[in-house]
């Protein structure tokens, strides 16, 4: 199973821009790149998914290299209610998903 | 369309006793699965079933069994519980197993076992 690395945890402010990076050095060619958001005492919530190059939804952002050994959460112009747990998964089905410790991100006022 | 629930929303057990998490899904979704989160910890993966009629262990299986009991319901059993297993449990549900698929989560169930 690929295992991630993404920081502990992140400050911002509200209105900038926070990008959150994910390291996947093993990834497997079939593997997917997910990313969850999770508020606390609350289940996970799907944020966005990728495979390469860029993806953009209404939430966010995920940039991916071309070797697909990382990326790169964005969330443009943040605000309080983005104080999150985020995490970063890669897997090829639901069943080997793995979540890691994630980023913790506080936005202050 | 509530999504995925779970009951109950808070239990407490002394060592040894047993107890059924319920969870239900009313998107027709064909899989679903059961996590714990420790604090501190992302989530990890205890049972799955892909789709209904089967069930397969995850990462941490043991001192758990489960029941898919139709397409809608998935059930988690402590059948004799420990310490450590003083927990929060999440069941979630994809349409599939499948590349790519989406899980959406319930609220989850804290669980303190003395």
């Known amino acids: 199973l690929a295992k991630t690395t993404q920081p502990i945890s992140m400050d911002s402010y509200e209105g900038q821009e926070v990008n959150i990076t994910c390291s996947h050095n093993?990834?497997?060619?079939?593997?997917?790149i997910t990313w969850y958001q999770q508020f606390p005492s609350q289940g996970p919530r799907f944020i966005i998914q990728?495979?390469?190059t860029k993806v953009t939804n209404e939430v966010a952002s995920l940039f991916i290299p071309a070797d697909r050994k990382s990326s790169t959460l964005s969330l443009p112009r943040v605000s309080l209610s983005d104080t999150a747990v985020y995490y970063c998964?890669?897997?090829?089905?639901?069943?080997?998903?793995?979540f890691g410790a994630g980023t913790i991100l506080r936005v202050k006022s | 369309n509530a999504g995925v629930t779970q009951t109950p929303k808070f239990q407490v057990l002394k060592t040894g006793q047993s107890m059924t998490l319920q969870c239900a899904q009313d998107?027709?979704?064909?899989?679903m699965y059961w996590y714990r989160q420790d604090p501190g910890m992302g989530l990890r993966l205890i049972y799955y079933?892909?789709?209904?009629?089967?069930?397969d262990k995850g990462e941490v299986p043991n001192g758990y069994n489960v029941s898919r009991l139709n397409k809608r319901e998935f059930s988690l059993r402590l059948e004799s519980a420990a310490p450590s297993q003083t927990s929060v449990y999440f069941c979630?549900?994809?349409?599939?197993?499948?590349?790519?698929?989406?899980?959406?989560f319930g609220p989850g169930t804290r669980l303190l076992v003395l």
């Open positions: 979630a549900s994809s349409p599939t197993v499948n590349l790519g698929e989406t899980q959406y």
């Open positions: 093993n990834i497997a060619t079939n593997d997917y």
């Open positions: 990728g495979y390469k």
């Open positions: 998964l890669v897997g090829e089905n639901g069943n080997k998903l793995v």
């Open positions: 998107m027709n979704h064909n899989s």
């Open positions: 079933s892909a789709s209904e009629g089967t069930t």
